[in-house]
C-alpha cells in the first residue's frame, strides 16, 4: 500500500473544509433540504456553493449577501431576502466551524412555510 492509498481511505465519506466544492456539499445541502423542504444554500469559505429547490440543485456557482455576512462574521444571521424568488422573505444562514472554531462554510434556508422559528430575526 503507498501512501495516496492511506490518505485516500481516511477521506471516505462527507468531509466540509474551506475548500469544500460545490458538487462537495452537494449531499449534505440536498440532505437537510429533504429534512426541511425548503429552498436550501451552502457554500465553503473558499468557493461559491449550491442552491436547491424543489428536491433540485438549481444552481452549483451559488453565494449570496447573507451567506458571505455568515461567513465573515461566523454567526447567525437573520434577513429578508432583497431581490429574486423569495424577495421579503425570512432567510436564515448559519456557520459550520472545524474543530478550531473557523467558519468554513454556511448554511442557508429560506422561511416559505412559517414552520421554522425565525423569531429571533
Do not use: Q, W
Not at 475548500?19 to 423542504?37: C, F, H, K, N, Q
Not at 429574486?84 to 467558519?103: A, D, H, R, W
Request: proline share 5%; hydrophobic share 40%.
Amino acid at each position: 500500500m503507498i501512501f495516496s492509498d492511506i490518505y485516500m481511505k481516511k477521506m471516505d465519506g462527507i468531509c466540509i473544509t474551506a475548500d469544500s466544492t460545490a458538487r462537495e456539499l452537494e449531499p449534505i445541502a440536498l440532505a437537510i433540504y429533504g429534512m426541511v423542504g425548503l429552498p436550501t444554500t451552502m457554500r465553503s469559505k473558499n468557493n461559491n456553493g449550491v442552491r436547491i429547490e424543489n428536491s433540485k440543485v438549481v444552481n452549483h456557482d451559488y453565494t449570496g449577501p447573507y451567506l458571505e455576512e455568515a461567513l465573515m462574521t461566523g454567526r447567525i444571521v437573520y434577513g429578508l431576502a432583497s431581490n429574486g424568488p423569495y424577495k421579503g422573505m425570512p432567510v436564515i444562514v448559519s456557520p459550520i466551524k472545524n474543530s478550531e472554531g473557523e467558519t468554513v462554510a454556511v448554511l442557508g434556508t429560506v422561511n416559505l412555510s412559517g414552520y421554522i422559528d425565525l423569531k429571533r430575526f
